[in-house]
């Protein structure tokens, strides 16, 4: 199910989606806002996930992987 909402953007946000629009790189604006907010969305799980790691501590050989991803994460901030 989607909802419809207005929002506010800067120009050069509206700008960059319709290029991106215009080049074939995504079919819509609101696609491409939608990309963006999953991709967010999964950052933000990704960091919690690996906050947890950090807390309770390794558990089994996959564990060096989440961490590595973690910091990974940190440098797209």
Same mark, same amino acid.
């Not at 960059?16 to 790189?25: I, K, P, Q, R």
């Given at each position: 199910?989607? +909802?419809?909402? /207005? &929002?506010?953007?800067?120009? @050069?946000? &509206? /700008?960059?989606?319709?290029?991106? &629009? /215009? ?5 819509? %604006?609101? /696609?491409?806002? @939608? ?6 969305? %999964? ?5 919690? #996930? @690996?906050?947890? $790691?950090?807390? +309770?501590?390794?558990?089994?050989? $996959?564990?060096?992987? &989440? ?7 940190? #440098?797209? #901030?």
């Amino acid at each position: 199910m989607s +909802v419809q909402i /207005a &929002v506010s953007l800067p120009s @050069t946000a &509206v /700008a960059f989606l319709d290029h991106s &629009v /215009a080049a074939g790189e995504a079919p819509s %604006r609101a /696609a491409l806002i @939608t990309i963006s907010l999953e991709r967010e969305l %999964r950052h933000r799980l990704a960091m919690r #996930d @690996t906050e947890i $790691l950090s807390q +309770v501590g390794p558990a089994d050989e $996959l564990d060096d992987l &989440v961490l590595w991803s973690g910091r990974s994460f940190d #440098d797209l #901030d």
